[in-house]
């Protein structure tokens, strides 16, 4: 039985659904979905679901963290465009560890029609993992990307010709020790590959093309696309937080999702290359190669590749907790 639906601050039982469906659109470790949401009469509680990290590409929970702010994200965008202020406090309460943030929906604002654009644009966002075009993404796109990051207090960096070759090196390191690693690769055979039926992790259908000898490589998410071998040159780009703690995290996941926002509304895709933030040796190596001052937090590429179906997603009964207590 699916949890009750309250109206929460201006925002009608309808509108709050409506809200909590944009906010489960946003992308997380392979397809994990580790967030859950709690309506009570204070605002929109979103917590993290612990059933659902990864102990082995996640042991420290950054990326489901970084999910659960991508999530928060969208939950604000979404209220925003709809009229009301989501005043949003992180991490309220210091004996609730799942707690991640409370969002208040109970001022009246004016939408900002640069936020309703990215809120149009939240259901057409996706992860897409087939070959680029090489066509140029335009510099006041690449310039509205980074100011998309700043807002949410983190940084997109410029890299030189010479840092990406490094980091294209960085990424094949980080590839290498994920798939010679036995836990690794049991826990990413339990959630790839899924059948349609499936509403978490990634299907097959999903899967991108084979990367090219010399190409950045991506993960295998099941059966790559036969005879297709990517050899495109996208625009690879670093998010980075000036600090690593779990506020920062939340952080830098809400500017990643401004982000891939920003790109969507512009026409642009966008899929991950977890392999050199997921090792953290190989996250140490980054953060030298960008100077030490940021801690490099998810890596992107982008571009323009073909239409793909949408990944699933868990229902709304799912995600909802009781009024009352926090399940299990």
Request: charged residues 25%.
């Amino acid at each position: 039985m699916t949890p009750p639906v309250t109206s929460i601050g201006l925002l009608d039982p309808d509108q709050v659904k409506s809200v909590i469906g944009a906010a489960v659109l946003a992308p997380s470790t392979h397809n994990t979905q580790p967030w859950r949401f709690r309506c009570t009469p204070a605002g929109l509680e979103l917590h993290t679901d612990p059933d659902r990290a990864l102990p082995v590409a996640d042991a420290d929970r950054r990326e489901l963290l970084l999910s659960c702010g991508a999530a928060l994200f969208n939950l604000r965008t979404a209220i925003h465009a709809l009229g009301a202020h989501p005043a949003t406090t992180l991490l309220p309460r210091r004996d609730d560890p799942t707690l991640l943030a409370v969002v208040r929906p109970f001022a009246a604002r004016q939408p900002d029609q640069r936020l309703v654009r990215l809120a149009d644009a939240i259901p057409r966002r996706h992860t897409n993992r087939t070959p680029f075009e090489s066509a140029v993404i335009p510099e006041p796109v690449v310039a509205g990307l980074r100011h998309a990051a700043e807002v949410e207090q983190a940084w997109l960096p410029r890299l030189d010709a010479h840092q990406l070759d490094r980091l294209r090196e960085l990424v094949r390191k980080g590839h290498q020790a994920q798939i010679t690693d036995p836990a690794f690769l049991a826990e990413w055979r339990h959630w790839t590959a899924r059948s349609r039926e499936s509403r978490d992790g990634v299907p097959e259908y999903a899967a991108g093309a084979m990367p090219s000898e010399d190409g950045w490589i991506l993960r295998d998410f099941g059966s790559r696309r036969r005879g297709q071998v990517d050899e495109s040159e996208p625009v690879v780009v670093v998010i980075g937080s000036f600090d690593d703690k779990k506020a920062d995290r939340i952080r830098a996941g809400q500017a990643m999702q401004r982000v891939l926002l920003t790109a969507t509304a512009a026409g642009f895709d966008a899929s991950f290359i977890s392999q050199p933030v997921e090792v953290p040796t190989v996250r140490a190596e980054l953060r030298t190669l960008l100077g030490g001052g940021l801690w490099p937090q998810i890596v992107l590429r982008l571009g323009q590749g073909t239409p793909v179906p949408w990944t699933p997603r868990r229902s709304l009964e799912d995600v909802l907790l009781e009024p009352d207590r926090l399940s299990a």
